[in-house]
């Protein structure tokens, strides 16, 4: 099935290096992040935990958990942490789903072609991309990102993007082309200038429909 933005996403069961979690329970009441990997013990994947683990202050800081999904078993997952803790200098502490029979990931459509047979099958060594979704308090489903296997993601785009869904969701603004935290958001269409002058305390029109304005506090 696809998950399209603005959906709650799917709830599922399922077994982690951490023990047994339900997917909706385990977001709680804060933000998630969900990304996939093909296979536990191998170079991109472990920088990319690696690169998780050491962004674990700033996930906190904004309120959100993160969860790895493999199609590897929980065993190999705690044996892999142990790699992936050397690589980040720090602990892993968040959880691994073992995706064995690739139920998450073809629930969340994590899995590239060439994982399905002529006739819509799944293969047996079929293995999910490097997917993410970025999840709200909500459960709805508010980005995704796709990447080959073999090319590992930008992370620190992963955190921009975190920032900017949460000061969307906070004071209802649109954000502009490269936008980091502290600079300048744009006005919505839908709001009217006087609405906006009253909200933002002035603007600069830089054309009649880029209004720009610091972010309201």
């Known amino acids: 099935m696809s998950i399209r933005l603005n959906e709650i996403v799917p709830d599922f069961t399922a077994e982690t290096d951490q023990g047994e979690i339900g997917f909706h329970e385990w977001i709680g009441d804060g933000w998630a992040i969900m990304f996939s990997h093909p296979k536990d013990f191998t170079g991109v994947c472990t920088t990319e935990l690696s690169a998780v683990a050491q962004l674990t202050d700033e996930w906190a800081a904004r309120n959100t958990k993160v969860i790895g999904v493999s199609s590897d078993g929980v065993s190999k997952h705690a044996d892999w942490k142990k790699d992936i803790e050397t690589l980040a200098c720090r602990s892993a502490d968040f959880p691994i789903i073992a995706d064995h029979d690739a139920a998450v990931s073809s629930t969340f459509e994590m899995l590239p072609a060439e994982a399905y047979t002529a006739d819509g099958g799944l293969l047996d060594t079929a293995r999910a991309v490097r997917s993410l979704f970025i999840i709200g308090p909500d459960k709805k489903l508010k980005l995704s990102l796709f990447y ?4 590992g993601r930008n992370w620190a785009e992963v955190l921009r993007a975190l920032d900017a869904l949460q000061a969307v969701a ?17 006005i919505p269409s839908a709001v009217s200038d006087a609405d906006a002058k009253a909200k933002f305390g002035g603007f ?14």
């Not at 600069?204 to 506090?217: F, G, H």
């Open 148 to 151: 080959p296997a073999a090319v």
């Open 170 to 186: 906070t004071h209802s603004v649109a954000l502009p082309a490269n936008w980091t935290v502290g600079e300048d958001v744009i």
């Open 204 to 217: 600069e029109a830089v054309l009649p429909y880029v209004r720009t304005a610091k972010m309201p506090q």
